[in-house]
C-alpha cells in the first residue's frame, strides 16, 4: 500500500530536515575551520585566508604541541581522570539506583533516600563551602579532587532508576524463587539487560570528565597538576604565557599562537570524537527506554 504525504506534510519535512541541516552545519562548520587553521602555515592564518581548507599545509602546530611536555602531562592526567573517574561514577549510580528503583513494600526508605538525593539537585551549598569542604578532607591538590567530590552523578542515578523500574518486576520473583541473591539479582540479570542506558551513561560521564576545566582551577594549586582542560582553559583562553617554557615562547615566532591554539584544541576534542561513535547507537534507546512508562 502506497501513502502519499499531504502538501502540508510535504512542506513540513522540506523545513524539518533544511532546520537541522543548518543546525549541523553550525556544529561542524567552527570545527572544520579550527582543524583547517591547526593545519595552515603562521603566514596564512594571520593574513587571514583560512576559512574551511588549510592554507599552505604544514604539521609545525602539531609538532609544537606534542613537544610540549606540559600539554602531555595534562593530557596524561585527563586521560587517567576518565579511567578512574567513569567506572567509579558508574558504580555509584548502579549501586544506588538499582535499590531506589524497587517498590516501598521491598525498600521501606525507598522514599526517604530518593529525595534525599534530589535535594542535592534542587539545592546547593556554594561555591565557598563546597571548598571548604573539600579542604577539610585534605585532598586538596590531589588526583583525587578531580575524582571524589563529583563521585555522585545524581541525574544520572535518577536515569538508571528509571531503567531499572521499566524491567520487568517478574524477572526479580523469578530469580529470588530460583534462591539467588539481591547481588545476584543485579549482576547477572538486571545489568545485562540494562547495557543501553549503561553505555549512555557512561559517555555522559567520558564527556564530564574530560571537559571539566572548573575543578582543575580551583583545586589545584600547582599547574603541573591541571588536567588538559584546565591546562588549555589557562593557557588557550586567558593565554596566560607563565605556563610556557622558553623554547616555546621562542617557536612562537615560527608557530602563530592561533595555529598552535587550534592544534591543541582539536587534540583535545579527538578523544571524544573517537570514543562518541561506539556509544551512539545506545544514546536514544538508553535515554527512551528509562523514560517512558505505560
Same mark, same amino acid.
Given at each position: ?10 512542506? =513540513?519535512?522540506?523545513? $524539518? ?15 572544520? $575551520?579550527?582543524?583547517?587553521?591547526? =593545519?595552515?602555515?603562521?603566514? /596564512? ?18 609538532? +609544537? ?6 600539554? *602531555? ?14 567506572? !567509579? ?18 525498600? @521501606?526508605? @525507598? ?6 538525593? !534530589?535535594? #542535592?539537585?534542587? =539545592? ?14 585534605? *585532598? ?6 578531580? *575524582? &571524589? ?34 547481588? %545476584?539479582?543485579?549482576?547477572?540479570? /538486571?545489568?545485562? &539487560? ?9 559517555? +555522559?560521564?567520558? !564527556? ?5 576545566? +572548573? ?6 594549586? $600547582? ?5 588538559? %582542560?584546565?591546562? &588549555? %582553559?589557562? !593557557?588557550?583562553? $586567558? ?9 616555546? %615562547? ?8 592561533? #595555529? ?5 584544541? =582539536?587534540?583535545? #576534542? ?13 544514546? /536514544? ?10
Amino acid at each position: 500500500m502506497t501513502t502519499h504525504k499531504s502538501w502540508s506534510g510535504t512542506v =513540513f519535512s522540506v523545513f $524539518n530536515y533544511t532546520f537541522l541541516i543548518l543546525i549541523a552545519a553550525a556544529c561542524l562548520l567552527p570545527m572544520i $575551520n579550527v582543524l583547517a587553521i591547526s =593545519f595552515s602555515s603562521s603566514t /596564512a592564518e594571520s593574513a587571514g585566508l583560512v576559512k574551511l581548507w588549510p592554507i599552505d599545509f604544514t604539521l609545525k602546530s602539531y609538532q +609544537f604541541v606534542l613537544n610540549k611536555p606540559e600539554f *602531555i602531562t595534562a593530557f596524561l592526567i585527563s586521560l587517567k581522570r576518565v579511567a578512574v573517574g567513569v567506572p !567509579v561514577n558508574m558504580l555509584l549510580t548502579i549501586l544506588i539506583a538499582y535499590p531506589l528503583s524497587k517498590d516501598k513494600r521491598i525498600f @521501606r526508605y @525507598r522514599n526517604t533516600y530518593a529525595w534525599y538525593f !534530589v535535594i #542535592t539537585i534542587l =539545592f546547593s551549598g556554594g561555591l565557598i563551602p563546597w571548598f571548604m569542604t573539600i579542604k577539610a578532607t585534605g *585532598i586538596m591538590d590531589t588526583f583525587w579532587a578531580l *575524582i &571524589l567530590p563529583g563521585a555522585v552523578p545524581v541525574f544520572n542515578v535518577i536515569l538508571m532508576l528509571n531503567f531499572f523500574k521499566s524491567l520487568p518486576p517478574e524477572l526479580d520473583e523469578s530469580a529470588l524463587m530460583d534462591g539467588a541473591s539481591a547481588w %545476584q539479582t543485579l549482576w547477572k540479570i /538486571a545489568l545485562p &539487560l540494562s547495557m543501553p542506558a549503561v553505555a549512555t551513561l557512561t559517555l +555522559f560521564c567520558i !564527556v564530564t570528565h574530560w571537559n571539566s576545566w +572548573f575543578e582543575g582551577l580551583i583545586l589545584m594549586n $600547582n599547574p603541573i597538576h591541571y588536567p588538559l %582542560q584546565s591546562y &588549555l %582553559q589557562t !593557557v588557550v583562553v $586567558n593565554r596566560d604565557i607563565s605556563l610556557l617554557s622558553s623554547a616555546d %615562547q621562542v617557536t612562537l615566532a615560527t608557530v602563530s599562537e592561533r #595555529t598552535s591554539r587550534a592544534a591543541q584544541v =582539536f587534540v583535545a #576534542t579527538l578523544p571524544v570524537l573517537l570514543v562518541y561513535p561506539f556509544l551512539q547507537k545506545y544514546f /536514544a534507546e538508553g535515554i527512551m527506554l528509562g523514560s517512558v512508562k505505560g
